[in-house]
């Protein structure tokens, strides 16, 4: 650890030092006003929360055989945190880092990169993984934050019950019912980073309908360079939806959503044969329509949802369209003894078209028919105390045929305080067509008298990359104010993504040149295990502390092939530590304080020069709310040093990365 890295976490350690003496030296009065109400102010009631990720139906989250990590409407409230991305930092085993002002990677238990192939994120249901290149658009999907009821973080795989690519974890973003939304609210933010107008307004047509409909700007300022110059990669988004939920009948609900975007921003880029980062735009535009239908029997219940999107993403390496049409539907059968079935069925049509120029495919026109379906049984062991739950999904997809899912979980809650789970499963990750069908010719600075280009390019057989992960985890609270959840894991994966440099050729006309083939493949393999805990401490109502961290451990690519075959970034830091406090204290005021340090990324074995430092970030935030209804907050991010750099994006061999600098807001939000 370098002496400067020392000087940061001393520099924070006094943060939060003043912090804890500030909160402390109001505990006594607090406890006093608090104490009789205690057994109402206590963890116990978070341990109830109801997450529907894990099974696709609704549970308690103590109860749940599965690392499960919950952001709450009021988590989101109190943070004052205002990007989706930054969210996760709160999650345990979550690798966040921001790339550049419009870019976020985010993942978990490793492979994190601009593209996290590996995390499935959904919106209410509604998958918003891109097939084009493998991973999220994190700018195209800038939710108003007030309007999320929760986020259900899963780590390790999911894809027994949500399908393909839910290798490493899920993120599941719930937001609010209609109802749960009523007048009008306006917001206002201006900062060194960010700039942002919002207005919605809720209401409903008698006792049944309830509807609420939004509008989003936001601007977002360039970050810097290593030199602390502008990087330019400011950008901007304009985002309208809506939302209305129908009770048609007390067994019957019906909900419709859709929502419409359109975005710029600019980033930095090599060119081909330049060796100076060149300036980019990227426009995307596009939107979504949703509707479900949920109907109640006497002792089982039925859901039916479908929706269609469309994502319109150009860049300086191509155009890109992506469309999806998805339906799916879910039966939660009646109890028979001790089992609880569920059965389901699903159809998704994709296709794509990709113009590019200089990067190209072979073809323009593509399309991914998936068909899938669904079986999970919950079995009662013991009432109250033993369950199990085993189940499949099977996928068949036009790129690699049948794909299978299998998972088993068990949980023994020997009492209500306590909780012991197990669990193993497969899951897989289905190509891109970026691996199929690429065909990328770029030409590579060379001072001898002949050209030398790269041809990279995709491999029609490549196959789906496949996960066999063990986990096992335990939760606990300890009395009426202290809760851990600790989780372990141990992964391996098989048919990772590889790039071969094949023997170089010459090309005699129409000008002499020498190609060198990279070629993707299925020929790496890896390992990696860790453990994530979080606590929560909550001494008075007014008062609440959490701190969450993990430890992985990577083993890469087995050493089978030769030394020309390379594969992605692990990308991801052996020691994550991450602590929050806030205080509500004098009724109106909110005080909240993060701290978020990552250990070194380990060096990329490609080129070992281009790696990331360790770095620390501390976030203070305070809100003062006048009367009820209008709400002032002002803080500083990024307060431990003027500038840090979060991940290097060079290993797609396109982006140049820019770095964040410490920086204040202002955010007022008026509802009436």
Avoid at 67 to 85: E, M, Q
Avoid at 104 to 126: E, P, Q, T
Avoid at 577 to 590: H, N, P, V
Avoid at 611 to 624: I, N, P
């Amino acid at each position: 650890m370098s002496r400067r890295f020392r000087a940061k976490v001393a520099g924070a350690a006094l943060q939060l030092a003043i912090s804890a003496c500030v909160v402390s030296a109001c505990l006594v009065t607090a406890w006093a006003q608090q104490a009789s109400d205690l057994s109402q102010l206590s963890l116990e009631d978070l341990t109830k929360i109801e997450v529907s990720s894990v099974a696709r139906k609704d549970q308690q989250l103590f109860a749940t055989p599965a690392a499960v990590f919950v952001i709450t409407h009021d988590d989101i409230r109190r943070s004052g945190i205002r990007s989706l991305p930054e969210l996760m930092r709160m999650v345990p085993g979550m690798q966040v880092a921001q790339l550049y002002a419009n870019e976020w990677a985010v993942s978990s238990r490793g492979f994190n990169g601009r593209f996290a192939d590996k995390m499935l994120v959904l919106i209410d249901g509604r998958g918003i993984y891109s097939e084009i290149y493998s991973g999220v658009y994190w700018d195209q999907n800038d939710l108003l934050l007030e309007d999320i009821d929760r986020i259900e973080v899963i780590r390790g795989p999911g894809g027994t019950l949500w399908g393909a690519n839910a290798v490493n974890g899920i993120i599941n973003i719930i937001t609010l019912k209609a109802g749960d939304t009523k007048g009008a609210l306006l917001i206002g933010e201006g900062g060194r980073l960010d700039e942002e107008g919002a207005a919605r307004f809720g209401g409903g047509i008698g006792k049944q309908l309830k509807y609420r409909s939004y509008v989003k700007f936001l601007e977002r300022n360039q970050l810097v360079t290593a030199t602390g110059k502008g990087a330019g990669d400011a950008g901007s988004s304009v985002r309208v939806g809506a939302r209305a939920d129908w009770q048609a009948h007390p067994q019957d609900s019906v909900s419709f959503q859709g929502d419409l975007y359109r975005g710029h921003g600019d980033e930095r880029v090599h060119v081909d044969g330049v060796n100076e980062p060149t300036s980019s735009n990227v426009n995307t535009e596009g939107g979504f329509a949703l509707a479900r239908w949920d109907h109640t029997f006497s002792q089982w219940d039925l859901g039916l949802q479908t929706y269609y999107n469309q994502e319109n993403h150009a860049e300086l390496s191509g155009n890109g369209r992506e469309r999806t049409l998805d339906l799916d539907l879910l039966a939660h059968l009646p109890r028979y003894k001790q089992n609880e079935a569920t059965l389901g069925v699903g159809y998704r049509l994709v296709t794509d078209r990709i113009e590019s120029d200089p990067v190209t495919f072979n073809r323009e026109h593509y399309r991914d028919i998936l068909y899938s379906f669904l079986f999970e049984d919950d079995l009662v062991v013991v009432p109250r105390r033993v369950k199990v739950t085993g189940g499949f999904k099977l996928l068949n997809t036009s790129y690699t045929g049948v794909e299978i899912q299998p998972g088993l979980r068990g949980i023994w809650t020997p009492d209500e305080r306590h909780a012991v789970w197990a669990a193993v499963s497969r899951a897989v990750r289905t190509p891109s067509v970026q691996e199929r069908d690429l065909h990328y010719l770029r030409p590579i600075p060379n001072d001898g008298p002949i050209l030398t280009d790269i041809l990279a390019e995709g491999n029609a057989d490549f196959k789906s990359e496949v996960v066999h992960a063990y986990e096992a985890g335990y939760r606990q609270a300890l009395g009426k104010s202290l809760s851990v959840d600790i989780a372990g894991f141990y992964n391996q994966y098989k048919r990772l993504r590889s790039q071969s440099q094949l023997q170089p050729y010459l090309v005699a006309s129409p000008t002499p040149e020498v190609v060198i083939p990279i070629v993707y493949g299925n020929l790496l393999e890896a390992r990696s295990d860790g453990v994530e805990a979080a606590v929560s401490f909550r001494p008075v109502s007014s008062v609440r502390m959490d701190a969450a961290y993990s430890w992985i451990n990577a083993r890469r690519w087995l050493d089978h092939v030769s030394s020309s075959t390379t594969g992605d970034s692990w990308s991801t830091p052996t020691n994550t530590l991450s602590l929050r406090g806030t205080w509500e204290f004098a009724r109106r005021w909110t005080f909240y304080s993060s701290l978020y340090t990552v250990t070194q990324l380990p060096d990329d074995p490609v080129d070992p020069n281009s790696h990331v430092g360790a770095y620390l970030r501390a976030d203070a935030h305070l809100s003062f709310s006048l009367k009820e209804n209008l709400q002032i907050t002002a803080g500083g991010e990024n307060l431990q040093e003027s500038r840090h750099v979060e991940l290097n994006p060079a290993d797609d061999g396109y982006s140049v990365g820019s770095q964040i600098p410490r920086s204040a807001f202002v955010k007022l939000l008026w509802s009436f």
